[in-house]
């Protein structure tokens, strides 16, 4: 693999969550299935490629995609709000939705391509929907188990601020927010020099990295 090594470089978050057995994992798993591409919109934030646009939002899900083993990435609350809700419905007997494999794989390479600003697939329907439209559903969907552990506000204002929709905004609309991909691309074209994409990422990592330490 020396090949696809040389060029397959990434740095992301792996959540584990967990739960009873592997039967309960695996029916966990079902639950979420659904969900997947919408935490991919959500979490693009890569469409630079050697200095050049790739013309996804999330090229490093894309690049991933090329390995067999690569599969659909997970991001710390939401995974751990979907899989307690999920565990409730596995302990009613529910074996979770029958997901179309290649329908799923469409909605990923999708939510890779277009993040959270375009419209996505819901693959509970087959049908092109706004992607602030599947995102509201998803936090409607998890809510019990948000409000539980006290994260609800701060996840809804997170999401509504990555899907870019402002108070009363239809679905799809967008607003001064986005992904970090939208967030890149805005840097980059004032001039067209990737310096000012990395200066963009230090100014919204930089205050964040100080408030924890200060903890």
Known sequence: MKGGNETHTHCGLHAHVEVPDLDHAVL??????PWVPSLVALSANSPFRDGRDTGYASWRTAAGDRWPVAGPPMLGVLVRALVVQALKQVRRGAPGPDVCPSLLRA????????GCAEH?????????VPAGRLLRELVAYIRP???ASGELAAVTAAVRRLAGAQDGADDGARGPGGCGARRQRAAFARR???????????RHTAPAHAAHAAH
């Open 120 to 128: 996505a697939l819901d693959v509970r329907t087959g049908r092109a």
């Open 145 to 147: 188990a948000l409000e």
């Open 107 to 114: 909605a990923y390479w999708r939510a890779a391509r277009d």
């Open 192 to 202: 067209g020099d990737a310096r000012d994409v990395v200066d963009e990422l230090i």
């Open 28 to 33: 966990v798993c079902n639950h979420l299935r």
